[in-house]
Each structure stands twice: as structure tokens, then as C-alpha cells.
């Protein structure tokens, strides 16, 4: 069963906040390239990425500890050390 209604608000904002971390954060940079590259159009890897971030923040609210980037995105620095090594 899918769920069909959701919060348009929730939505837009997930759509900036996406948009910005893809300029400001390597490690959410990094997520969206991995799916662009899997094969997920510009929207989708978008979303993916938003509900990445959800996750990550209701980890953080439930566990009462702030976001670090390098937990959010474990695999965001062997991807600069094989960028480097290109």
C-alpha cells in the first residue's frame, strides 16, 4: 500500500534544503552524484537525498546529539581520497 497524500510545505522545503546542501556539503554532493549516476533523474536523486536528511535528523532528535557531517556521510571521505588520486 503507498501512501498518497503529503505535506506540500514539508516538500518545498525539503526541495531547498536539498538544493543548498548540494553547494554547501561534499558529503550530500557526493550522495547525489552516486544516484545521478545510478541512474536516477535530477528530481529523484533530489528526494532520495531529502529523505537521507530526514533520516539523519530524526536520528539526531531522538538520540539528542548534533549533526556531524562526517557520520552523516561515511563514505564521503574515501571518495575525496580517490578523486585525489585521479
Known amino acids: 500500500m503507498s501512501r498518497r497524500v503529503k505535506n506540500q510545505r514539508l516538500a518545498a522545503v525539503g526541495y531547498v534544503w536539498a538544493f543548498v546542501s548540494l553547494t554547501r556539503s561534499p558529503g550530500a554532493r557526493a550522495h547525489y552524484d552516486r544516484r545521478k ?4 533523474r ?16 530524526f536520528h539526531c532528535l531522538q538520540a539528542g546529539v548534533t549533526y556531524d557531517e562526517t557520520k552523516a556521510f561515511p563514505n564521503q571521505r574515501s571518495a575525496e581520497l580517490s578523486n585525489e588520486a585521479a
Do not use: T, Y
Open 37 to 40: 549516476e545510478a541512474g536516477d
Open 42 to 57: 535530477h528530481v529523484a536523486a533530489q528526494r532520495n537525498l531529502f529523505n537521507r536528511f530526514m533520516g539523519m535528523l
